[in-house]
Structures are given as C-alpha cells and as structure tokens.
Nanobody, 114 residues
Framework: QLVESGGGLVQPGGSLRLSCATS????????MSWYRQAPGKEREFVAR????????LYADSVKGRFTISRDNDENTVSLQMSSLKSEDTAVYYC?????????WGQGTQVTVSS
C-alpha cells in the first residue's frame, strides 16, 4: 500500500514536502518514484530514487527544484519541492514497480496559485 500526504495550496515560488508511507512490502528492495497528473494531461514521471538512495533521476522540468529522498527504516519516500510554479499544479502519485506490476497511491493534490 502507498499513501501520499503533504499536498496543498501554495503560492508561486513556495515550497511543499510530499511524503509517501508504504506498507505490505519491503520498500528497501525497490526503486521508488513520483509521478504527477495535471488536469487534462497524461500522468508524467517526476523523480525516481534507487533502492539505497544512492542514485536519483529527475524530469527536466523539475531538475534543480525538486529533491527525492527515502528512509528505508521508516518505509517512506519524500519529495521536497521548491520554487514551485503554476505548471507544477497536479495530483502527485507515489509509485513502485515490483515484478513487472505497477502500484500507485491515491495521490495528493498540489495547487500552485496566488
């Protein structure tokens, strides 16, 4: 199970920290990712972190502004978002692909607006 939290309304230039609490599997064995879906658009990749946290990958649109991290002891993965823009408005989803199957949380809404 994946449960996201931390979304909300923030002004342009502001920051938010999203969290994803995992259960039902050994998170430390799997890469974890964040995706987002804006209204009327397809879901898109945001960031990925390797099992140990030693490697990360970001979409060009968020590189330098977002930071993904994980705590394998707490079974959580986080997304620190800074310098937020209106185009970052979306529902953000936590994701894991295990044995070829993709698992998603319910999502958390992030709205960037003045």
């Amino acid at each position: 199970q994946l449960v996201e939290s931390g979304g909300g309304l923030v002004q342009p230039g502001g920051s938010l920290r999203l969290s994803c609490a995992t259960s039902g599997f050994t998170m430390s064995q799997w890469d974890m990712s964040w995706y987002r879906q804006a209204p009327g658009k397809e879901r898109e990749f945001v960031a990925r972190i390797s099992r140990t946290g030693g490697a990360t990958l970001y979409a060009d649109s968020v590189k330098g502004r977002f930071t993904i991290s994980r705590d394998n002891d707490e079974n959580t993965v986080s997304l620190q978002m800074s310098s937020l823009k209106s185009e970052d408005t979306a529902v953000y989803y936590c994701n894991v692909v295990r044995a070829g199957a993709a698992y998603w949380g319910q999502g958390t809404q992030v709205t960037v607006s003045s």
